[in-house]
């Protein structure tokens, strides 16, 4: 969460950390832009999926068991700032939430093939040659990014059936879903980690740059 930050800062925004006992909507009267972001998977109920995976652990003693808490405040501000037309960027498990809050469902355990999706290198990096994600031409990811990149990769997870008004732009070549939008809004989900890129990863600018288009917007009368 630090690196993110960071990252966003160093990209111009201002980053605030909410916690799960604020109010979604409160919060949403004065946030400019949301960002979820990554780590552990969502639970399984949040989308229908097995929840005899599920572990009875609390969370606060193991980041990496689920959640419920973390997944309903999640959920609840992503379709908050939706309703409000707030710009959302969703990374790794926050592409998945985003998916999810929509009415979207997941892939529960990726198998392994040709593309390498849960590396084991340590952040930053930019990944490797096997991960190259390719995007829809015209999408928001194509302009963001200017076209097919090789990104960083941590998930055993991913997009399924896609919630309404999501649309699929980024997949690599095992067709994993790697970038979903909502076209027409300011929403954009990528399944890699650009807080962990160690080049600069144009979707924080995109999201700073959305979130001042939104607070000016707001502020006109």
């Known amino acids: 969460m630090s690196d993110f930050a960071t990252r966003l800062g160093e990209a111009g925004g201002l980053p605030v950390h909410l916690s799960y006992?604020?109010?979604p909507a409160g919060v949403c009267e004065w946030l400019s832009a949301v960002v979820i972001s990554g780590g552990q998977d969502m639970h399984p109920a949040c989308w229908g999926g097995?929840?005899?995976v599920v572990r009875n652990i609390d969370p606060r003693t193991d980041p990496m068991v689920h959640d419920r808490e973390r997944d309903a405040y999640e959920v609840a501000i992503v379709r908050e700032a939706l309703d409000r037309g707030i710009p959302v960027l969703g990374?790794?498990?926050g592409m998945q939430v985003l998916n999810v809050a929509?009415?979207?469902s997941l892939v529960p355990d990726?198998?392994?093939g040709a593309v390498s999706h849960l590396s084991p290198d340590v952040a930053p990096t930019d990944g490797t040659a096997d991960h190259v994600v390719t995007f829809e031409d015209g999408s928001l990811a194509a302009k963001i990014l200017?076209?097919?990149v090789i990104t960083n990769s941590w998930h055993h997870q991913a997009v399924g059936r896609c919630g309404a008004g999501v649309a699929v732009t980024?997949?690599?070549a095992d067709g994993v879903v790697e970038s979903i939008e909502v076209p027409g809004r300011p929403v954009l989900g990528v399944q890699?980690?650009?807080e962990w890129m160690t080049s600069n990863d144009p979707t924080l600018g995109w999201v700073v740059a959305a979130a001042a288009r939104h607070l000016e917007q707001r502020s006109t009368p």
């Open 102 to 104: 929509l009415g979207g």
């Open 170 to 172: 980024g997949r690599t």
């Open 50 to 52: 097995d929840t005899s």
């Open 146 to 148: 200017g076209g097919d």
């Open 21 to 23: 006992d604020t109010d």
């Open 110 to 112: 990726l198998s392994e």
């Open 91 to 93: 990374v790794c498990r």
């Open 192 to 194: 890699w980690h650009p």
